[in-house]
């Protein structure tokens, strides 16, 4: 059973800085991961998805990495900005089982 | 990019009454549906998955006749939380993967309805 773990839990930085979160999975038969962003009372929105064949991603000031061997994902924020604070999920789907299983969340403040 | 639209937002409801929240696809047809609940400061719990067409699936300690899930057409699908009560106060969610012809662009979510029951 796929678990995903996330950390820090929460996250407060001043702006301008570069930052990484971090997810981790049990199961390295995960298939695509993604990475949502939550804004309070709000949906989630799309940010990254790695699929299977894939190691990385970019968008703009955002970088997410996808190593299955040692079970991790990371996300860069770079030069974080007040916009950046929300709640930023990591969600995985493994091979055969076409539901995502999701982390805690990180709760991101970016500090003016 | 692909939509979700999600609807109503927000509603409040009495006790004991019904509330239909819909979810629907556009530009890309949804064969499947994912129904979430989330809690405050928690992350998302799957409901039920919906397929086009067929019965749902509901998770483990998910009332199915509470929790009505219907998925009518390729575009729509919908949850009615029945004989609603305060407990069933809370922000649901779906979610649908999304692929047009050959491309796939991961699990596309919809902007959530908070349900308040009085």
Known sequence: ?????????????PEGENLVLNCSFTDSAIYNLQWFRQDPGKGLTSLLLIQSSQREQTSGRLNASLDKSSGRST???????????????????????????????TRLTINP | GAVVSQHPSRVICKSGTSVKIECRSLDFQATTMFWYRQFPKQSLMLMATSN???????????????????????????????????????????????????????????????????
């Open chain 1, 1 to 13: 059973k796929q678990e995903v773990t996330q950390i820090p839990a929460a996250l407060s930085v």
């Open chain 2, 52 to 118: 086009e067409g067929s019965k749902a699936t509901y998770e483990q300690g998910v009332e199915k006749d509470k929790f009505l899930i219907n998925h009518a057409s390729l575009t729509l699908s919908t949850l009615t939380v029945t004989s609603a009560h305060p407990e069933d106060s809370s922000f649901y969610i779906c979610s649908a993967p999304t692929r047009t012809g050959q491309r796939y662009y991961g699990y596309t979510f919809g902007s959530g309805t908070r349900l308040t029951v009085v």
């Open chain 1, 75 to 105: 996300l860069y924020i770079a030069a974080s900005q007040p916009g950046d604070s929300a709640t930023y999920l990591c969600a995985g789907e493994s091979r055969g089982a076409q539901k995502l299983v999701f982390g805690q969340g």
